[in-house]
């Protein structure tokens, strides 16, 4: 199979995946989060469906899971800030609390009109991250809703979109690298202005003739992690996330994604760590 044609099949089986995911019954908002700043700028309607954050020269907004959890499959559907998003900043990520926090973050990083958003991810254990890798997506996450995930188990944490695994981070304690795994996190997130670096550096600067700014969020789901669960027949969203390792399907995605969509990687910036890389990217 030529290249082109590899690359066809496969966003038409991250397509299919992505279907799937979409039709799962979400949690309700109402029940399951609390609106924390930003005034009437946090909204939940829909019966408890649907959430809304927005952004205004004035404030931003967010929320916050009213319960904690320690392990599991976090999924939630967004539809990003459409338009003229420069300098805003969509983040939706686990943490605990104080200064050896741990923390599991997905960040959308927005741009002008026709340029692509950027998907920073980091993941911090005691208080210290500098474990980014950022993506572009393969598709246009302001014109429909899409999946991301976050599978945390005690072996790794899985960063996934639309099912498909974008970055993994793997326990590597038994080399010395701390691994979160002790605290139980709140789920978060907000919509905030940082056009004084999310965009370009922060060369370019939010345009708030646009605002308000509004990103939409539905069909949030936690799913523990449960050793009795059975695998099943290639939806790696419905049973194989349970086991301790990516199928050969997920790594040929995961390849994909990294080989085509990642525009940084901690692991390979010689410049940001001239004494050597961290011991997990060796």
Known sequence: ??????????????????????????????????????????????????????????????????????????????????????????????????????????????NVSGDPYILHTNVFTQGKGNREQQFYLWFDPTKNFHTYSIIWKPQHITFLVDNTPIRVFNNGENRGIPFPKNQA?????????????????????ADWSKAPFTAYYRNFQVTPVSSSRSRSSGEFGNG??????????????????????????????FKRFPQGLPTECK
């Open 1 to 110: 199979m030529g290249t082109s044609s590899f690359h066809q099949t496969l966003l038409i089986s991250m397509a299919v995946l992505a279907t799937m995911v979409g039709s799962a019954v979400g949690g309700n908002f109402y029940q399951d989060f609390d609106l924390t700043w930003g005034g009437q700028r946090a909204k939940i309607f829909g019966g408890g469906q649907m959430l809304t954050l927005s952004l205004d020269k004035t404030s931003g907004s967010g929320f916050q899971s009213k319960k904690e959890y320690l392990f599991g499959r976090i999924d939630m559907q967004l539809k990003l800030v459409a338009g003229n998003s420069a300098g805003t900043v969509t983040a939706y990520y686990l943490s605990s609390q104080g200064p050896t926090h741990d923390e599991i973050d997905f960040e959308f990083l927005g």
């Open 240 to 269: 194989d996330w349970q086991s301790n390792a990516l199928d050969a399907s997920a790594r040929r995605r995961l390849r994909w994604v990294q080989k085509n969509f990642m525009i940084y990687n901690y692991c390979t910036d």
């Open 185 to 205: 996190m709140r789920i978060y997130s907000s919509l905030w202005n940082a056009d004084d670096w999310a965009t370009r550096g922060g060369l370019v600067k």
